[in-house]
């Protein structure tokens, strides 16, 4: 892997003197009652066994539930919740980012499908040189504890090999929910971001590689969660579209 010339510290590093958290872990929340206490118990509890200095941002994407009233229930020194109308997964990544403070922002689902420790291994890619660390449940299946329903698997496995044509990313999973970015480099790309719903991730790393970012896709541990609010038909289909914006859009030049 290719490094730039200027030399990094280890990633789990603060900056000597600095005041800001080294990570911020960004949670898109919608309707997650039944699950984010439980994920921010986790989560705290891991930061604690790495004595990690991080912040934590719930972004509540409309939720009807008591998702916001469960997560300021927390620990209120490092979780912080960012509320606004339901607009999507997209939408709420982009704010989330926009409110970190961390030298990395970790993206990572409510139900924490990649296990948080595995941001360990994100981390090791970062001192590596990487940019962006994408959590991947296609380069080693055998992390997989528990599979999608076939049908699931198979339009996700279908799903990727059309953003590699259509975009040209050699990624073999665009979409597992657990990424680690260097903020100031990539905070430009979430300015840059148009799409609100699910087919964001396609979109972040097309423009990560157009503008010269490294990316590496780590194998993670990952096991299936039968709550997922993903319908397979109809955001499947909005997520194919979008593939087709992102191309026309970089052909019109919007993105510059």
Same mark, same amino acid.
């Given at each position: 892997?290719?490094?730039?010339?200027?030399?990094?510290?280890?990633?789990?590093?603060a900056?000597?003197?600095?005041?800001?958290?080294?990570?911020?872990?960004?949670?898109?929340?919608?309707?997650?009652?039944g699950?984010?206490?439980?994920?921010l118990?986790?989560?705290?509890?891991?930061?604690?066994?790495?004595?990690?200095?991080?912040?934590?941002?719930v972004?509540?994407?409309?939720?009807?539930?008591r998702?916001?009233?469960?997560?300021?229930?927390?620990?209120?020194?490092?979780?912080r919740?960012?509320?606004?109308?339901?607009?999507?997964k997209?939408s709420?990544?982009?704010?989330?980012?926009a409110?970190?403070?961390?030298?990395?922002?970790?993206?990572?689902d409510?139900?924490?499908?990649?296990?948080?420790?595995?941001?360990?291994? =994100? &981390?090791? @890619?970062?001192?590596?040189?990487?940019?962006?660390?994408?959590?991947?449940?296609? #380069?080693?299946?055998?992390?997989? *504890?528990?599979?999608q329903?076939?049908?699931?698997e198979?339009?996700?496995?279908v799903?990727?090999?059309?953003?590699?044509v259509?975009?040209?990313l050699?990624i073999?999973d665009?979409?597992c929910?657990?990424k680690?970015?260097?903020?100031?480099?990539?905070?430009p790309?979430?300015?840059?971001?148009?799409?609100?719903?699910?087919?964001f991730?396609?979109?972040?790393?097309?423009?990560?590689?157009?503008?010269? =970012? &490294?990316? @590496?896709?780590?194998?993670?541990?990952?096991?299936?969660?039968?709550?997922?609010? #993903?319908?397979v038909?109809?955001? *499947?289909?909005?997520?194919?579209l979008?593939?087709f914006?992102i191309?026309?859009?970089?052909w019109?030049?919007?993105?510059?």
């Amino acid at each position: 892997m290719e490094t730039s010339g200027t030399e990094r510290r280890p990633a789990l590093d603060a900056a000597p003197g600095s005041q800001f958290p080294t990570v911020s872990i960004v949670i898109p929340a919608y309707n997650e009652a039944g699950r984010i206490g439980r994920t921010l118990e986790r989560i705290l509890a891991f930061l604690d066994d790495r004595c990690l200095e991080a912040e934590i941002i719930v972004v509540d994407d409309g939720s009807t539930d008591r998702t916001a009233e469960i997560a300021r229930s927390r620990d209120a020194s490092r979780v912080r919740i960012v509320t606004g109308p339901h607009r999507g997964k997209g939408s709420s990544v982009r704010r989330g980012v926009a409110e970190a403070r961390g030298r990395w922002v970790l993206l990572t689902d409510a139900d924490l499908s990649a296990p948080i420790e595995e941001l360990d291994r =994100l &981390m090791e @890619a970062a001192d590596g040189g990487a940019d962006i660390a994408v959590g991947s449940r296609a #380069v080693d299946r055998s992390k997989i *504890g528990i599979h999608q329903p076939r049908p699931r698997e198979c339009g996700g496995i279908v799903y990727n090999w059309v953003v590699q044509v259509i975009l040209g990313l050699r990624i073999r999973d665009t979409q597992c929910g657990f990424k680690l970015f260097d903020r100031r480099r990539c905070a430009p790309l979430f300015h840059a971001q148009t799409i609100a719903g699910f087919g964001f991730d396609p979109e972040i790393l097309f423009l990560a590689k157009n503008r010269g =970012l &490294m990316i @590496a896709e780590v194998p993670v541990r990952w096991s299936h969660d039968a709550g997922t609010t #993903v319908r397979v038909l109809s955001d *499947g289909a909005g997520m194919l579209l979008d593939l087709f914006r992102i191309r026309w859009r970089w052909w019109r030049g919007r993105y510059r």
